[in-house]
């Protein structure tokens, strides 16, 4: 009976310990990526894609970067001969490389592609999402273009500051219409030199919000608020460093930012060429892109100096797009 009940108690200690090592191992699986619960189901490798080919692009910084990234790796798990182009610069020269076949798509931002190609002008850029995506869609498609479905984010334009500055001079405002334009008037706004002259940025404060804080040019605007030179900073909603605890965003309640959602676009026949597969891979792909994923994807690329393409492995594995180590 002793002998019995201690091979008992041998095996409820295992099974305990078994169980606590399974939580340890779930916890710490969920971080390596996009985090959370899995956006998606596992891309089956199609032997029909493997005699079409098709080359990615991308501009040029971090969040274009990790979505190349992330679409190359996933057609490539689906079967197809993928190249990439991950490095094509502005707006301009991406959509140029696209039109003349350099590249045969790319993602790009709803907002971008009806102010910079099709000459929307900014304030006309409808500020529902889904409209904004269908004008967009409409104008790609007299190009050739397929615009494919938008993702959950947007990469607009914010008025960001610190949290101490938030509550010591904000008088802990959350809204940009709750703040005080004469005490704004003794502040300063840092943002990148072009933010000057768009109305939707420093001009646009202006006018739909009386605000006038003192403009104060520069590409570091999270080390302007650091160093003091600046209470305001023109920030963008997918920064990696809002994931830092120490900065937070003045919601933007009267509109005046137009969405910025991205949309892979790619060449018709291409698209047609490639079979059903391709745009249901990318599409897919996207579902995990949330605002917090994003900003989480970018951070590990700026603060914490991953390699795009490694950021984007992870992601497709935790969200259950690819097997671990495939």
């Not at 190249?83 to 790319?106: F, H, T, V």
Request: charged letters at 30%; one cysteine or more; proline letters at 3%.
């Amino acid at each position: 009976m002793r002998a019995l009940l201690a091979v008992l108690v041998s095996l409820v200690l295992a099974l305990a310990v078994s169980a606590c090592g399974s939580d340890d191992s779930d916890s710490k699986s969920s971080d390596s990526g996009g985090g959370g619960e899995k956006a998606g189901s596992e891309i089956k490798k199609n032997p029909a894609n493997s005699g079409k080919s098709l080359t990615v692009g991308s501009k040029n910084f971090t969040e274009q970067y990790i979505l190349g990234e992330i679409y190359v790796q996933a057609l490539q798990a689906a079967g197809y001969k993928v190249k990439k182009d991950l490095d094509l610069g502005s707006e301009q020269i991406a959509y140029k490389a696209l039109k003349g076949g350099q590249i045969d798509g790319y993602p790009e931002y709803t907002g971008t592609s009806l102010t910079s190609f099709f000459k929307i002008k900014t304030d006309a850029v409808p500020k529902d999402p889904d409209k904004a995506y269908q004008e967009a869609k409409a104008k790609y498609a007299k190009q050739g273009i397929t615009a494919l479905a938008r993702t959950k984010f947007e990469n607009t334009y914010k008025v960001g500051t610190t949290k101490d500055i938030q509550k010591d001079k904000l008088g802990g405002a959350t809204k940009l219409s709750e703040l005080k334009p004469d005490e704004v008037a003794k502040l300063k706004l840092a943002g990148f030199p072009e933010c000057r002259q768009r109305t939707d940025c420093y001009l646009g404060l202006q006018r739909n919000y009386k605000l006038k804080p003192e403009f104060v040019s520069t590409e570091q605007t999270y080390a302007a608020l650091d160093n003091g030179q600046a209470e305001l900073a023109a920030v963008f909603s997918t920064d990696g460093k809002l994931t830092s605890g120490k900065y937070t965003v003045i919601e933007d309640d009267k509109g005046l930012f137009p969405p910025y959602n991205i949309s892979f676009g790619i060449d018709t026949k291409k698209l047609k060429e490639l079979g059903p597969d391709a745009e249901k891979v990318i599409v897919d792909v996207q579902k995990g892109l949330t605002l917090k994923n994003m900003q989480n994807l970018n951070s590990r690329v700026d603060i914490d100096k991953d390699k795009p393409a490694e950021v984007a492995r992870l992601y497709l594995e935790s969200e259950g797009f690819v097997k671990k180590g495939s």
